[in-house]
């Protein structure tokens, strides 16, 4: 079993940063694959990023490709998503979860979401 928690998201300006992070609970979360998601009001959840257990394969949306980047510490159970160059569109609660695999096919725990608000 494997809980996740999100946090970091927030109220931003159009052209700014944030970084959430995603932190696991038990003693192998090297052994899972993780992923960011987001959900915007009345639209289906999106993939957004994906990272390796080891942390050397990642992998984006191209909506945030070269804004956004993955990336975990295996020693805090934690992984990370720093986005910059932030847009109203991305607007969405977003969501971490893992995946016993690589490519992950499907991810069996999720956290409970953050919201990240980006102002015009």
């Known amino acids: 079993q494997v809980q996740l928690v999100e946090s970091g998201g927030g109220l931003v300006q159009a052209g700014g940063s944030l970084r959430l992070s995603c932190a696991a609970s038990?003693?192998?979360?090297?052994?899972?694959?993780m992923g960011w998601f987001r959900q915007a009001p009345g639209k289906d959840r999106e993939f957004v990023a994906r990272?390796?257990?080891?942390?050397?394969?990642?992998d984006y949306a191209d909506s945030v490709k070269g804004r956004s980047t993955i990336s975990r510490n295996n020693v805090k159970n934690t992984v990370y998503l720093q986005m910059n160059s932030l847009k109203p569109e991305d607007t969405a609660v977003y969501y971490c979860?893992?995946?016993?695999?690589?490519?992950?096919?499907?991810?069996?725990?999720w956290g409970q979401g953050t919201q990240v608000t980006v102002s015009s």
């Open positions: 979860a893992a995946a016993s695999n690589w490519p992950p096919v499907h991810y069996d725990y």
């Open positions: 990272i390796g257990g080891n942390g050397w394969s990642t």
């Open positions: 038990g003693r192998t979360f090297s052994r899972f694959a």
